[in-house]
């Protein structure tokens, strides 16, 4: 397939103009001005001319395919059989797919259904994005998340479950480091729920499986521990404390220093917050971020999708808050291609639009170097060479 464009994405901020992208199988095996390209194809090959934007598919890194993002999701959750939790997942995956989103980073299931629901994307039994699952998150006894089964007490059953992810397949471990306002009955956001020696069992087992660590992180000192401990990358990072908001400089300089990424994994409808928290507090849990994004911190893109008023098609209003932080266009759809495949250490498969790369793009309407809300206009998606139009016909 030889698709064309009015302009292609092919580094940060940097378009090709009136290029052209050729895919063999599920790769990409150039790309170059039109021309050259349609030389190198030849005349037999398929094309898709196209005349907006070509870039990389959109990565969210942080979501939860399980939750159905209603009110209540853990009562959703729990009043399903695992058959309806998975139909209902594979309708959240091409939600997300025509939404322009061609990986995504599961971080807790039940019953490792997301990674079920994975090796059937894969085969191309059923359409959506590549999925790298955390199966189940460590948690503690009643703590944040504990229903998806993850309770684990002490180093040795901490190692277990690891060792039963990594067996199942899964691309990164998650930890429940902090409480979440998910868990009603749990500990409170702000709220440690590990020790130092059990988050670094936590850590080490999982990179000896090579594997990387996904810590949620609310609070201040779970972030100081997960970032002690050499988590790779820290959900959230709110900064809470018991009375408040807690941000430490010299923690942020260790985040910097042992090139942790940060993923804020902020809701499609972030604009509501200060109604929930307040204007000031709102305010300054945004300014946080800048903060971060400032002095270094690498950022990455993902929405909670699942939780609460969080959808699966709302990845580019999501991304809208870091506009409103005065984040350059380019550096935001970094955040969602680029960056985002490194931290989930996809960086030689999917991000960028280059030879070798599978061929995740996204075709929109517009220029999303000018307007970022561009990235809404989808027209067609191809994932791992798979044709897929905006009204989830597949090719």
């Known amino acids: 397939m030889l698709v064309t464009g009015g302009r292609v994405l092919i580094g940060s901020g940097t378009y090709l103009e009136d290029g052209a992208v050729l895919i063999e199988g599920e790769a990409i095996s150039a790309v170059g001005p039109r021309e050259d390209v349609e030389e190198l194809a030849g005349a ?6 196209f005349d907006g934007t070509v870039l990389p598919g959109l990565i969210d890194a942080h979501v939860h395919l399980a939750f159905d993002g209603g009110p209540d999701p853990v009562s959703t959750l729990q009043g399903s059989t695992d058959e309806e939790l998975f139909e209902a997942m594979r309708r959240r995956g091409e939600q997300l797919l025509r939404s322009g989103v061609t990986t995504v980073r599961d971080l807790g299931d039940r019953s490792g259904l997301a990674l079920r629901l994975a090796a059937e994307i894969h085969d191309d039994r059923t359409p959506g994005p590549r999925i790298v699952s955390a199966a ?27 060792r039963r992810n990594l067996a199942a397949g899964a691309g990164v471990i998650k930890a429940m480091v902090t409480g979440g306002g998910l868990t009603k009955d749990g500990p409170r956001s702000h709220q440690s729920q590990f020790t130092a ?7 080490e087992e999982a990179h ?15 972030i100081a521990a997960a970032v002690e401990a050499g988590v790779d990358t820290i959900e959230h990072c709110t900064w809470m404390s018991s009375d408040g908001l807690d941000f ?16 804020p994994a902020v809701s499609p409808h972030w604009q509501m917050l200060p109604r929930f928290f ?5 305010n300054a849990m945004f300014d946080l971020v800048r ?29 809208s808050f870091y506009s409103h932080l005065g984040l350059p266009n380019a550096a935001i759809i970094d955040m969602a291609t680029s960056r985002a495949a490194n931290a989930l250490g996809l960086e030689d498969v999917t991000g960028r639009i280059a030879p070798g790369h599978c061929a995740d793009l996204l075709l929109v309407d517009g220029d999303p170097l000018v307007d970022l809300s561009a990235l809404g206009e989808v027209q067609a ?10 009204d989830g016909t597949r090719r």
């Open 291 to 319: 903060q971060m994004a400032d002095a270094g911190v690498r950022l990455i893109a993902g929405t909670d999708a699942g939780v609460q008023r969080a959808g699966f098609d709302g990845l580019v209003q999501a991304l």
């Open 197 to 203: 020696k059990e988050l670094a069992a936590l850590v």
């Open 44 to 49: 037999e090959v398929p094309r898709f001319e």
């Open 381 to 390: 998606v191809f994932a791992s060479g798979l044709y897929h139009e905006s």
């Open 248 to 263: 430490r400089p010299d923690v942020v300089q260790q985040i910097i220093a042992k090139d942790i990424v940060v993923c």
């Open 278 to 282: 307040g204007e000031v507090r709102a």
């Open 136 to 162: 189940t998150p460590a948690t503690t006894v009643g703590g944040h998340c504990h229903f998806l089964g993850g309770e684990v007490t002490g180093e040795a059953e901490i190692r277990e479950l690891v």
């Open 208 to 222: 000896k499986g090579g594997v990387p660590v996904a810590a949620h992180a609310h609070g201040a000192d779970g």
